[in-house]
């Protein structure tokens, strides 16, 4: 059988070797408790925020929808309608790490290729929340952009989930919960 040569593109190997350097400059996660594993996934994806576009305005919120308390940001990017239609875009982390935060440029990049604001929401994390407390929250969150969404430039009624690993299945998993109950 032939092997197949690999080449990596020189911008694409200069980050995979910055990445490398930053997790080597952790102890490995297995070695720490999930407060510890948070710390050292957001110091390393810190860099993956840098950079991107900018938006004509990001607000932040710390507020309970109807559930308990949840952070999100929304992006808002220059030439979206107001109210704008919004993706609610749900971190990924195995239920257990990241944030808005370390997802931030690419919900920025959402938001400014598809002209449309988006919502990063800070569901809670595993293990200290068990289920079904994120999905408790974020169906609550829906429920409010519906009723409320215009306080921050939202269209109540052009709502669409989206997320990567954990939070496309919490997007799901409140889509479903919400299916007959939402608009």
């Not at 059988?1 to 350097?21: G, H, K, Q, Y």
């Not at 957001?42 to 576009?53: I, T, Y």
């Not at 994120?134 to 409320?148: F, K, N, S, V, Y």
Request: charged fraction near 25%; aromatic fraction near 8%.
């Amino acid at each position: 059988m032939a092997t197949v040569p690999v080449t990596i593109d020189p911008e694409i190997r200069e980050f995979l070797d910055a990445m490398s350097a930053r997790w080597a400059a952790h102890p490995p996660l297995g070695s720490l408790d999930y407060p510890g594993q948070r710390a050292v996934c957001e110091a390393v994806r810190s860099r993956w925020a840098e950079g991107g576009p900018v938006m004509a305005r990001t607000v932040e919120r710390e507020f309970d929808p109807g559930a308990g308390l949840l952070r999100i940001r929304v992006y808002l990017p220059e030439g979206a309608r107001d109210p704008a239609p919004a993706l609610v875009y749900l971190h990924g982390g195995g239920f257990t790490l990241f944030s808005i935060d370390t997802h931030d440029r690419l919900m920025r990049e959402y938001a400014a290729a598809g002209g449309f604001a988006v919502v990063g929401v800070d569901y809670p994390l595993s293990p200290e929340h068990k289920y079904p407390v994120a999905l408790d929250r974020i169906a609550a969150l829906m429920l409010w952009l519906r009723d409320h969404g215009d306080e921050l430039g939202i269209d109540g009624s052009r709502l669409a989930m989206g997320g990567d690993s954990a939070g496309a299945n919490l997007s799901f998993a409140t889509a479903l919960r919400l299916r007959d109950r939402i608009f």
